[in-house]
Nanobody, 119 residues
Framework: QVQLVESGGGLVQPGGSLRLSCAASGSGFSINVMGWYRQAPGKERELVATITSGGSIDYADSVKGRFTISRDNAKNTVYLQMNSLKVEDTAVYYC?????????????WGRGTQVTVSS
């Protein structure tokens, strides 16, 4: 099975930057869509950004112009460059991968990495 390992979270001041990484390990699979979701305390998990294997990208309106998602297909790794961070960006950020094995597909989630924006 695929395992997703996230890194790059931490504590930053408003206006600061962080770069999240998520690497998918395993073999015999293709990953169609990778992305980032986040969940703040007391709120539902929400989409931050996704990117397909072909490079098509979707962003949440709240992060457009500030966050950039990218992907290295050879490494099965997705990145999220977060600039101009705001307090409201504080959340646990989860990596997601939609994986296909032959005719069957699964959705995998990482364990999450905490991003805290505070002065």
């Amino acid at each position: 099975q695929v395992q997703l390992v996230e890194s790059g979270g931490g504590l930053v001041q408003p206006g600061g930057s962080l770069r999240l990484s998520c690497a998918a390990s395993g073999s015999g699979f293709s990953i169609n869509v990778m992305g980032w979701y986040r969940q703040a305390p007391g709120k539902e998990r929400e989409l931050v950004a996704t990117i397909t294997s072909g490079g098509s990208i979707d962003y949440a309106d709240s992060v457009k112009g500030r966050f950039t998602i990218s992907r290295d297909n050879a490494k099965n790794t997705v990145y999220l460059q977060m600039n101009s961070l705001k307090v409201e960006d504080t959340a646990v950020y989860y990596c997601k991968a939609d994986v296909k094995y032959r005719s069957t597909s699964w959705r995998y989630w990482g364990r999450g990495t905490q991003v805290t924006v505070s002065s």
